[in-house]
T-cell receptor
Framework: KAGVTQTPRYLIKTRGQQVTLSCSPI?????VSWYQQTPGQGLQFLFE???????NKGNFPGRFSGRQFSNSRSEMNVSTLELGDSALYLC?????????????FGPGTRLLVL | AQSVSQHNHHVILSEAASLELGCNYS??????LFWYVQYPGQHLQLLLK??????LVKGIKGFEAEFIKSKFSFNLRKPSVQWSDTAEYFC????????????FGTGTSLTVIP
């Protein structure tokens, strides 16, 4: 089974621009979560989608948004980029919402904002 | 505030030394506990997980972790490390009723010297 895939792998943008990142979960997985990883803050939860509905949202500004499609693929969008948005953005998928679900992570998209 | 603490930020060991990485959490109730590893240039991979039952869980590559409820701890151990264990290690907690939202510690960077 193919793992979680994320595109693009690397991205360079300038302040004020917007960016869209894509995540394809493992086949059959219906839950997709997004995390931001930075050296100072570690991994911070952005949001989670299940069956095209946002189920949970972390403490990030409204510039960060996401959506999930009927095939469980997910996108996240960051508008009006700031220098501090430079990070590795990780997508994780799991089968469902059961408390004992394991999350499987993708390789991430490394975003650099200049 | 709810949190996950990894007290060792950087650990340097020689090959064959024993390893113990600390993880403490502050969530009440029944939690699910995980250790993930991120090898250089690779994505996060699950090392082991604890849901219930025997508090000593065994994972891949000779790692094990012990859940001590009274101490809110889930420490990772390995009797004899190898150079290939050089990586970043993350403790993660999934509290009840939070969907798939994981709370991660800030990570411990392990360097094993041959």
């Amino acid at each position: 089974k193919a793992g979680v895939t994320q595109t693009p792998r690397y991205l360079i943008k300038t302040r004020g621009q917007q960016v869209t990142l894509s995540c394809s979960p493992i086949s059959g997985h219906r839950s997709v979560s997004w995390y931001q990883q930075t050296p100072g803050q570690g991994l911070q939860f952005l949001f989670e989608y299940f069956s095209e509905t946002q189920r949970n949202k972390g403490n990030f500004p409204g510039r960060f948004s996401g959506r999930q499609f009927s095939n469980s693929r997910s996108e996240m969008n960051v508008s009006t980029l700031e220098l501090g948005d430079s990070a590795l953005y990780l997508c994780a998928s799991s089968l469902g919402l059961a408390s004992q679900e394991t999350q499987y992570f993708g390789p991430g998209t490394r975003l650099l904002v200049l | 505030a709810q949190s996950v603490s990894q007290h060792n930020h950087h650990v340097i060991l020689s090959e064959a030394a024993s390893l113990e990485l600390g993880c403490n959490y502050s969530y009440g109730g029944t939690v699910n506990l995980f250790w993930y590893v991120q090898y250089p240039g690779q994505h996060l991979q699950l090392l082991l997980k604890y849901f219930s039952g025997d508090p000593l869980v065994k994972g891949i590559k000779g790692f094990e972790a012990e859940f001590i409820k009274s101490k809110f701890s889930f420490n990772l151990r390995k009797p004899s490390v190898q150079w290939s264990d050089t990586a970043e290690y993350f403790c993660a907690v999934k509290p009840p009723m939070t969907g798939n939202q994981f709370y991660f510690g800030t990570g411990t960077s392990l360097t094993v010297i041959p």
